[in-house]
């Protein structure tokens, strides 16, 4: 498993009955994860004491409940800084867990030795935006929310990154990687983290197990002809982590290169263990 155990500004305090305690900055918040089938005392007092609560719905979604929490705050990590805001379905702009890819990508841009493009796909808030430019990429942010884009322009602002070779970029992520092939353009690293279910601008579908599979045979076609990394993410509990590399596998066999997929989590102070968040499949040089 890779575990993102870098952070100062968050950790997960403690997890129990279908809950985690979470500290973002100066806030705790609790918020539900289906993973936390266990139940274990909350002796923990942020649990009494918290200052933000998403309450899961019996019915589908949810709601938030506050205690003295402010409409925006932000943390960071090494360099960077996020903006964060308690919004739907119990998000808060960031995930953490990425901090585990952020740092694996940065040093393989950092000690490339060329100038490198990178493609970020479902680009939500930037976190992977903005550790790629930072390490010294440019890159391609495309996510289809305008909201989310304009979100994470504003986390690039807070990072002092506003000025670096980022394009923005609202659209749909498979309708732009066919026309970026139809360009004739290409891109030495290529990140994508889509969203087990979602819709596009326009009303487009997207389901996971039917469209991620074709999405990485487009992407493939997108690659440079001396590729550095490519990364996919997935929180879809139905795709293990071998099954990541399969695809990688099946769609990067003219390259020569490693790929490993495993499970990505983070560290929970009262227990000691380590909670799993999703998988990631890398490919790279």
Request: with cysteine; proline share 6%.
């Given at each position: 498993m890779w575990i993102a155990d870098k952070w100062t500004d968050y950790e997960i305090i403690d997890c129990s009955r279908g809950e985690k305690l979470e500290r973002w900055g100066d806030y705790l918040l609790v918020r539900p994860d289906p993973q936390v089938i266990w139940e274990t005392p909350r002796t923990h007092r942020g649990w009494k004491h918290r200052n933000g609560h998403y309450h899961r719905s019996q019915k589908g979604g949810g709601e938030w409940e506050f205690f003295d929490l402010p409409k925006q705050w932000h943390i960071q990590y090494r360099s960077l800084t996020f903006n964060l805001k308690p919004f739907s379905f119990k998000h808060t702009g960031l995930f953490p867990e990425q901090a585990a890819n952020w740092d694996w990508f940065s040093e393989k841009i950092r000690t490339a030795g060329r100038p490198v493009k990178v493609l970020n796909l479902f680009a939500?808030?930037?976190?992977?935006?903005?550790?790629?430019?930072?390490?010294?990429?440019?890159?391609?942010?495309?996510?289809?929310?305008?909201?989310?884009?304009?979100?994470?322009?504003?986390?690039?602002?807070?990072?002092?990154?506003?000025?670096?070779?980022?394009?923005?970029?609202?659209?749909?992520?498979?309708?732009?990687?066919?026309?970026?092939?139809?360009?004739?353009?290409?891109?030495?690293?290529?990140?994508?983290?889509?969203?087990?279910?979602?819709?596009?601008?326009?009303?487009?579908?997207?389901?996971?197990?039917?469209?991620?599979?074709?999405?990485?045979?487009?992407?493939?076609?997108?690659?440079?002809?001396?590729?550095?990394?490519?990364?996919?993410?997935?929180?879809?509990?139905?795709?293990?982590?071998?099954?990541?590399?399969?695809?990688?596998?099946?769609?990067?066999?003219?390259?020569?290169?490693?790929?490993?997929?495993?499970?990505?989590?983070?560290?929970?102070?009262?227990?000691?263990?380590?909670?799993?968040?999703?998988?990631?499949?890398?490919?790279?040089?």
């Open positions: 939500y808030t930037g976190g992977a935006t903005l550790a790629a430019a930072d390490a010294g990429a440019s890159v391609t942010h495309v996510d289809a929310s305008k909201g989310m884009v304009t979100w994470a322009k504003e986390n690039a602002a807070s990072s002092g990154l506003s000025d670096k070779p980022i394009r923005w970029l609202v659209d749909d992520c498979v309708k732009f990687a066919e026309r970026e092939i139809r360009r004739g353009n290409h891109y030495d690293a290529i990140i994508m983290d889509p969203p087990s279910y979602g819709r596009g601008p326009k009303g487009e579908i997207w389901k996971i197990e039917e469209a991620i599979h074709p999405l990485i045979k487009l992407c493939a076609k997108l690659l440079s002809k001396e590729p550095l990394f490519f990364l996919v993410n997935s929180y879809t509990t139905g795709l293990a982590p071998a099954v990541l590399t399969y695809m990688l596998a099946s769609e990067l066999k003219e390259y020569s290169g490693l790929i490993d997929s495993q499970e990505i989590g983070l560290p929970v102070t009262e227990s000691g263990l380590i909670l799993p968040c999703g998988a990631s499949g890398r490919w790279c040089v």
